[in-house]
C-alpha cells in the first residue's frame, strides 16, 4: 500500500464539485495545494460549496459535459493532471420519472469525458481519472456484501446508467491504455448533502426543524453507509492507485463495515441531536429494488490501505451539526 | 412457428432498415404486408436494401437514432405499433478505433428510441412491441459457454460495451415502465447484403467470387456460433411476437445455430459450396485483439418458448449466401 499522492501543484479538474461528496473532495484537494477546476455551475446558496467559500478558491470552467468541444479545450488548455468525476443526476427516484436527462448527464456525459481525455492525451501514467460508478450497480444480489467480481445487475434506470458508466470507464483502461479507475460507493452519508429524499438529510432537517424524523419504510432495509469524508479518502486512495500501472482498469468498492437498518441509522441521529423523539415509521414499500445492499470493501482495505475512520456515532454527530448550523 | 398475420396492415419502424440484417427484416415485413417505416441517415445506394427495390417499398424518414425529437414525431406521425431497433454501429474495429461514434449510435441511439416510446405511451398511443437488437457480444468473455440468457454481462471492449448497455437499458424500460421491450442476443450473422468486408464470411465469399484464395489471417482455430440472416429476420420476428404475452416482456433471446464452428471450416465449407477447390490462405496470426475467441450461446429458450428454429443448415445457409456474392461482386 503506497499512501495518496500529494496533489500540491497539480490542476485536478472535479466535475460535480459543486456538489455534496464533490465539495468534500475539492476541500481536501484545496487543503493539499492542488489548483482545483470545476465546471461553471450555479451552486446552491446554501450548498457547502458556497457557505464554505470554496468558490471562490476553484477556477469555474465553462465547461459542459455534454459538449465535447468544451470537455477537450478546458483538458488540453488547462493541463488537466487528474480528473475525478462526480457529477450525476443521483436522485434515484428523479431519473426514473425522467430517465433521458439522467441517461444523457450519466452516460453520455461520462463517454463525452473519457474520449476527451483520450484525445487530450491524457494517457501519460501520472494522469489519472476516477469515474464514479454507485453501489446500485449490483441491483439484487444472491450473497452479501458483494465483491467487486459480482455480476452488474442493474434494473431502474438509475443504476442501469451508472452500469453504463462503469463498464464504458473499465474498457478505457483495457482498451485505449489509460490510467481509469471506478469507484463503488454505497450510501455516502454527511453534512452538505442536500438531496433531501435520502434518510440522513431528510432525518437531520426535520431533527433541526424540531420535528419527528419520518421512517417511509418499516426501519428494517439495510444499507452500509459511508461518512462522506471516509469517501473522500478512498476517492484520493483510488487515485493514487493508479501510479500503478497494473491497478488500471479496476472497480474498487467502498462501503462501512457492516449494514445498518433505516431504523438505527435515524435513532442515532436523534441521539446525536440530543432530543429524545420517537421516529414516525410508515412502514411503506420501499421504492428500491433489494432490501439490503452491502459492499464488500476488503479490495481497497488491503491493496490501498483504506479505512473508514468515522464511526457511525460521531460521524452523524458531525453530520447533524452542520445541518443545525447551514439550515 | 411463423409469423403469421401478426404484422398484416400494421405500421413497423425498422431503425437500421437500410443495413445488413434490417433489409432482410424489412422485406419479409413488407412480404406479409406491413407498412415499413426506415428512418435513414447517410444514404448507401449500393446496399441491397437500394440495389434490390426494397427500400423504395418502405417510408424512408432522414433521422438519425441520435435524435429523440424526430424518433418521436415519426413515431406518431405514422402511427407506429411494432419498433425493429437494430441501427448500430456494428464493427468491432471501428468502436475500438472509434469509440465516441459507437457510443453515440449504440448507446445514446437505444435510451434515445426507447424514450420516444414511452414519451409516445404517454401521449395515448402506446407502441404495441419494441425489440431492441443487443448482441451475443454483450455477455463479453466468459470461460463457461455456450451462455444462457441469465448469464453475467461482462463486456470489456468498445463494441461489447456499447451493447451491453444497450441491454440493460431496453431491460430498464420494461422492469421500471412496463413496457412491451424484448431483447435480441444474435450470434454472428451471415447472409448476402453483408458488406462489411472485415468480417469473414463477407470476405471469403468476395475473394471466392473474384477466383482469389480466401484469406484466414488466424490459423482457423476460434470457433464461432452463426446464424444465417434469413434465420435472423424471423427471430426477430418471433420475438416480437412474444410481447404479445405482457409475462415475456423484458427479456432477452439467443438466437444461433448452436453449433460451434472454426473460422477453418466455414472457409472450407464456404469454398465448397462456390465449387472452388482453392485452398485457404492462412496467416496463422492470433485472434485480433478485443475479439472474443469462442463465444458460444445457449438458443434453447427461444427454440422451447417461441418455436424458433434454424430453418437452413449451415450449408443451405453458405449456398445462397454464396449465391448473393457471385452475382453482386466479380
Known amino acids: 500500500m503506497s499512501a495518496p499522492a500529494s496533489h500540491a501543484d497539480r490542476s485536478v479538474l472535479v466535475t460535480g464539485g459543486q456538489g455534496f461528496i464533490g465539495s468534500w473532495l475539492v476541500e481536501r484537494l484545496l487543503e493539499e495545494g492542488a489548483r482545483v477546476l470545476v465546471p461553471q455551475r450555479p451552486a446552491p446558496e446554501r450548498s457547502r460549496f458556497r457557505l464554505l467559500g470554496l468558490e471562490s478558491r476553484c477556477e469555474a470552467m465553462s465547461l459542459d459535459l455534454l459538449d465535447f468541444a468544451s470537455l477537450l479545450r478546458v483538458l488540453e488548455e488547462h493541463q488537466v493532471d487528474a480528473v475525478f468525476h462526480l457529477a450525476a443526476h443521483t436522485v434515484v427516484g428523479q431519473a426514473d420519472r425522467s430517465p433521458l436527462p439522467a441517461f444523457e448527464t450519466n452516460i453520455r456525459g461520462t463517454y463525452n469525458l473519457l474520449e476527451a481525455c483520450r484525445m487530450a492525451r491524457l494517457k501519460r501514467a501520472d494522469r489519472h481519472v476516477v469515474i464514479a460508478s454507485s453501489a446500485h450497480v449490483y441491483g439484487k444480489q444472491g450473497g452479501l456484501p458483494c465483491p467487486e467480481t459480482s455480476p452488474l445487475r442493474p434494473v431502474g434506470p438509475y443504476d442501469v446508467s451508472k452500469a453504463c458508466v462503469d463498464m464504458i470507464a473499465r474498457c478505457y483502461a483495457v482498451t485505449h491504455d489509460m490510467p481509469v479507475a471506478v469507484t463503488r460507493m454505497s450510501n455516502v452519508y454527511g453534512g452538505g448533502d442536500l438531496n433531501f429524499s435520502r434518510l440522513v438529510p431528510a432525518s437531520a432537517r426535520a431533527l433541526v426543524a424540531g420535528d419527528a424524523p419520518v421512517i417511509h419504510s418499516d426501519g428494517t432495509p439495510e444499507r452500509d453507509y459511508l461518512y462522506v469524508e471516509d469517501a473522500v479518502d478512498a476517492y484520493l486512495a483510488v487515485e493514487g492507485s493508479l501510479r500503478e500501472r497494473d491497478l488500471w482498469g479496476r472497480a474498487w468498492n467502498a462501503g462501512g463495515a457492516t449494514p445498518i437498518a433505516a431504523g438505527e441509522v435515524v435513532r442515532t441521529l436523534i441521539e446525536a441531536a440530543g432530543t429524545d423523539l420517537e421516529p414516525e415509521i410508515e412502514g411503506g414499500e420501499s421504492s428500491d429494488v433489494v432490501d439490503s445492499r452491502w459492499v464488500d470493501s476488503a479490495e481497497i482495505r488491503t491493496l490501498l490501505g483504506w479505512e473508514p475512520r468515522w464511526p457511525l456515532e460521531s460521524a452523524l454527530q458531525k453530520t447533524y451539526a452542520w445541518y443545525a448550523e447551514g439550515l | ?330
Open chain 2, 1 to 330: 412457428m411463423q409469423a403469421g398475420a401478426t404484422f398484416q396492415d400494421t405500421t413497423v419502424l425498422v431503425t437500421g432498415g437500410q443495413g445488413f440484417i434490417g433489409s432482410w427484416l424489412a422485406e419479409r415485413l413488407l412480404g406479409m404486408g406491413a407498412r415499413v417505416v426506415v428512418p435513414i441517415r447517410d444514404v448507401h445506394p449500393e446496399k441491397r436494401f437500394h440495389a434490390e427495390g426494397i427500400g423504395e417499398r418502405c417510408i424512408l424518414e432522414p433521422a438519425d437514432v441520435r435524435d429523440y425529437d424526430a424518433l418521436l414525431r415519426i413515431l406518431t406521425k405514422h402511427e407506429v405499433q411494432t419498433v425493429f431497433h437494430l441501427a448500430a454501429q456494428p464493427i468491432v474495429g471501428i468502436a475500438n478505433r472509434s469509440p465516441l461514434s459507437t457510443w453515440e449510435s449504440n448507446v445514446a441511439g437505444a435510451y434515445s428510441l426507447l424514450e420516444a416510446c414511452r414519451t409516445k405511451g404517454t401521449l395515448g398511443a402506446p407502441i404495441e412491441r419494441i425489440v431492441v437488437a443487443s448482441s451475443d457480444h454483450a455477455y463479453g468473455p466468459h470461460a463457461d459457454s455456450p451462455l444462457r440468457e441469465d448469464s453475467p454481462l461482462e463486456p470489456r471492449y468498445p463494441y461489447d460495451v456499447s451493447k451491453g448497455c444497450a441491454d440493460m437499458i431496453a431491460a430498464s424500460y420494461a422492469s421500471r415502465y412496463g413496457m412491451p421491450v424484448a431483447i435480441t442476443r444474435l450470434a454472428n450473422v451471415f447472409g448476402g447484403g453483408d458488406r462489411n468486408w472485415s468480417r469473414i464470411v463477407p470476405d471469403t465469399a468476395r475473394s471466392l467470387a473474384r477466383g482469389q484464395r480466401p484469406v484466414i489471417r488466424s490459423d482457423g482455430s476460434p470457433q464461432r456460433d452463426y446464424l444465417y440472416v434469413e434465420d435472423a429476420a424471423e427471430a426477430y420476428l418471433s420475438v416480437a411476437e412474444s410481447l404479445d404475452r405482457s409475462e415475456l416482456h423484458g427479456r432477452a433471446w439467443n438466437a444461433s445455430l448452436g453449433r460451434p464452428v472454426s473460422v477453418l471450416e466455414l472457409v472450407r465449407r464456404l469454398i465448397a459450396v462456390s465449387g472452388s477447390d482453392v485452398e485457404p490462405d492462412i496467416q496463422g496470426e492470433g485472434t485480433p485483439h478485443a475479439e472474443a475467441d469462442s463465444l458460444l450461446i445457449d438458443s434453447g429458450a427461444i427454440r422451447d418458448e417461441l418455436g424458433w428454429a434454424p430453418r437452413w443448415s449451415l450449408d443451405e445457409a453458405l449456398t445462397r449466401t454464396y449465391a448473393w456474392y457471385g452475382r453482386n461482386v466479380g
